[in-house]
């Protein structure tokens, strides 16, 4: 074992990024993960923040839903959908990883973003 300064996860990746190197897709799922943890917690105190305009009244959140209906609102709730999808089924992938370390992690990888496309495209009906 070495006592040096450890590097982390996330610098070897960046490093590695930048550097150009071909890194698995894999490890770019595990890079989206983050992501969109990071997202749907912004998401969620945006949403809190929303719905806090109960608290000043009905024409302040009377205003706020009549800003829900724009189309850059809807294409941002499709884009959040396809987020949470990813995140999930990822999110799945990682504790069948964690259960079975013999699966093939790249196959199971692309099977999760495949999913969550066909996924999305069946929720654009929903959404709009």
């Known amino acids: 074992m070495t006592h040096g300064k450890p590097k982390g996860v996330i610098r070897r990746f960046v490093t590695r990024t930048l550097r150009g190197e071909a890194l698995g897709f894999e490890a770019y ?15 969620l105190i945006w949403h809190l923040y929303t719905l ?6 009905a024409e302040a959140f009377d205003q706020a839903m009549k ?14 959908v396809w987020i949470v999808l990813l995140h999930a089924l990822n999110g799945l992938r990682l504790i069948m990883l964690n259960l079975f ?3 093939n992690h790249k ?6 973003s495949l999913l969550s496309i066909v996924l999305i495209l069946f929720s654009i009906p929903m959404i709009f």
């Open 52 to 57: 806090g305009s109960v608290l000043s009244g």
């Open 29 to 43: 799922m595990w890079a989206a993960q983050r992501v969109s943890g990071v997202i749907i917690l912004g998401f």
């Open 107 to 112: 196959r199971l990888a692309y099977c999760v």
């Open 67 to 80: 800003r829900m209906q724009s189309t850059v609102v809807r294409l941002g709730e499709l884009v959040f």
């Open 101 to 103: 370390p013999a699966l």
